[in-house]
């Protein structure tokens, strides 16, 4: 029973030189093969902590630089950039300007060519809302804007002209000196031309749509400004078949 495989001093024979040969083995170290892919995944490990070491120095980099021109663009007014283009612009102008001197050709037939009729157009139709009627602000500005008006319609003769300088000499441009009062007789064509520009004006004036007085004494049928509103256009278009029937709301007539 004692020298059996399965007796229990057999088996502890042979636990014993599982156990040795594992003693044994863990003295003679790693293999060679299971040290180099330690060594490798160590390596690698090292490589992915450097490049998230550089990555993070970067972006802590490129933060402060952007922290810097943000507060430097704080600083600057708030049309700088503006400025800047059009300064960029004038720079560009004038570079174009000495190659064309240089050349030997102009600048503004250059320039010109450059221009596609689309461009050319749109500003045609600006410089036709040059003078835009942005409506009444006050009377100044108002009277400011037919000053202009008038201005602008004005032909000088410079025939007429001509000859007054010749009548009158030095007289004609007075100074705080000269005494020219009631001495200007003016020229029949000139009082037609006032007269004419004073009706056209009158006639203008004529289509202005002004605001309508209240009337005190008018019915109030409506609750607010907007239906009083459409009260007048509903008057307007159906006053004069509401009419009788209305009439007889009023004397209490109606069927």
Not at 122 to 131: F, L, Q
Not at 223 to 252: P, S
Request: net charge neutral; with cysteine.
């Amino acid at each position: 029973w004692a020298g059996s495989p399965n007796s229990l001093p057999g088996r502890l024979a042979e636990c014993g030189s599982f156990q040795s040969s594992e003693e044994e083995e863990e003295e003679a170290g790693p293999s060679p093969a299971a040290a180099a892919a330690a060594e490798q995944r160590r390596e690698e490990r090292l490589r992915r902590f450097r490049e998230l070491h550089m990555k993070r120095y970067e972006a802590c980099k490129l933060n402060s630089q952007e922290v810097v021109e943000e507060d430097k663009r704080l600083k600057l007014p708030p049309n700088w950039e503006a400025k800047k283009a059009r300064l960029e612009w004038e720079l560009q102008v004038q570079e174009k300007k000495k190659e064309c001197a240089a050349r030997g050709e102009d600048y503004e037939r250059v320039k010109l060519l450059e221009i596609s009729a689309e461009d050319a157009e749109r500003w045609e139709r600006k410089k036709k809302r040059k003078n835009p009627d942005l409506g009444f602000s006050d009377y100044a500005a108002a009277q400011l804007r037919q000053y202009q008006r008038l201005t602008r319609q004005i032909k000088p003769d410079l025939e007429q002209y001509e000859k007054l300088k010749e009548q009158y000499g030095e007289a004609l441009y007075p100074t705080s000196d000269s005494l020219l009062h009631g001495t200007h007789v003016p020229s029949k064509e000139g009082v037609d031309r006032m007269v004419a520009d004073l009706e056209k004006q009158i006639e203008k004036r004529e289509k202005y749509s002004r605001r309508r007085p209240y009337n005190d004494d008018a019915d109030i049928d409506y609750i607010n400004e907007r239906n009083a509103k459409f009260n007048q256009k509903a008057e307007r278009f159906y006053g004069k078949y509401t009419a009788e029937i209305k009439q007889n709301l009023e004397r209490g007539t109606a069927v």
